[in-house]
């Protein structure tokens, strides 16, 4: 009997075997010489995992060439049919190789706090790619937003909108602003509960009033509601709501709005695409639901989880099994101190090593804290997996970012290029962290005691 009672279905035994047609850069290759041939192993950009990692520490490695390939297959599907640019939303990823590698390819960024506008400025996007969202800021913030030429800012309602007219004014320049708006009913996506949009007469009143202020240039309306989106419909019903509040503004204001900001939400690329749908789907269904608005928008896109989720995986060995209700449950060396599940399912396993003579189980893999976080229920793995170890995919976003500093180490952490590894994080780094943070020293205690 299954377990889990949320996330998507268990990857089957010929999904894993024939991974590289999901995900093009994880492939099993026989190693060895061919008379010494062994198990097939798991490659990543061709290259077997046990060249690179010697099981020591688990790795979250991250790959930026599958990240441009996501942000190259997302626009390519909606350009088709708009003048569109792409901003990744920063919070779900904060690693600059990654960062950069999609800003070299033409990729903008969306900024939910001063910290990720600094980040975001330092890893090279110039102000006219940054989009600025955000319930409220800090007056420092808001103030170098609008005067700094290029940004474009988000506002969350009427106080913020005011704060944000008033520094205009002081300034005197006028900063291009969006309104935010939940332009569906409360349901699966949005609850009344939210803090965050306003309602769509509230956004009428802010559109008006923005439209009529001689400090701010209203340019666009803005909704980010979807959340794990892998409904064609929803996201139609969503941009239609959001497209009629853009041609109500142009009724009653010839220039008024012409960019339409569609927010994130979608579905990490892998997920998708296992459930057989493709982004070609969500591209050709916004441009029926904005077909109606007069005269031709521009839109903005600002995914974080269909950009970040498959471009990074864990590798890890497995520290112990136990039993339990007749299933073996997997313990990983990697942790929900990095790894946080947000259903019973979320970060797919799979074996490093294809062994041909293993059978293969239902069994759980989790982790050691003493927490109820599990990464996934119900797996299917040759019972060689508990010895060779695991690599979980999907591990790209919100993962880092989230990441804390407790109950144990956090992994080594690097990425892929080129096919070599560069590191970022290490142990002697984990040291650091936790020297900065506490003033604690925890190098005598350590590893082997010596005599
Ligand atoms: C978090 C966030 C995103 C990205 O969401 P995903 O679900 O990761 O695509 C985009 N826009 C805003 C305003 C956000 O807060």
Known sequence: MELAKSGPPSLSRLEIKTLHEALPYLSYQPGGTPDTKKAPGLCIYERPVTEFWNGERPLLLYFPERA?????????????????????????????????????????????????????RSVGFRPSHIVSNGVVRTSPYRMALVSTPGVLIG?????????????????GRRPDIMIRVNPLPPGEYFSERSKLGVDASEAHRLIEYSLRS???????????????????????????????????????????????????????????????????????AAHDALA??????????????????????????????????????????VASNLLRPISDRSFPPVPLRMDPHADWQSCHVVDSLCSPTRFWLDAHLPTSAATDGLALLNCGAYTLAHASAWATDLPDIGYMENGRVQLVFNQHQQAELLHSLYGINLLPYRGTPTV
């Open 214 to 284: 001689p400090h701010l240039e209203l340019v666009g309306v803005h909704g980010h509601q979807l959340v794990h989106c892998a409904d064609v419909d929803e996201f139609a019903r969503f941009a239609r709501g959001i497209g009629e509040l853009a041609a109500a503004s142009r009724r009653s204001n010839q220039t008024g709005i012409r960019l339409i900001d569609l927010g994130g939400g979608l579905e990490s690329r892998f997920m998708l695409e296992r459930e057989g749908k493709s982004v070609r789907d969500f591209a050709a």
């Open 292 to 333: 109606g608005l007069p005269g031709p928008c521009q839109l903005i896109l600002e995914p974080g989880r269909f950009l970040f989720a498959d471009a990074a995986v864990v590798l890890t060995k497995v520290l112990g099994t136990r039993r339990r209700a007749q299933v073996d449950w997997l313990v990983t060396d």
């Open 68 to 120: 441009v390939d996501n942000y190259r297959h997302l626009r390519d599907a909606f350009a088709r049919y708009f003048q569109v640019r792409i901003h990744c939303a920063l919070k779900c990823c904060y690693m600059p190789a990654v960062l950069r590698a999609l800003r070299g390819a033409g990729a903008a960024a969306e900024v939910i706090s001063e910290l990720e506008w600094g980040i975001a």
């Open 155 to 171: 506002v969350d309602g009427q106080e913020e909108l005011e704060k944000i007219e008033w520094c205009a004014r002081r300034v």
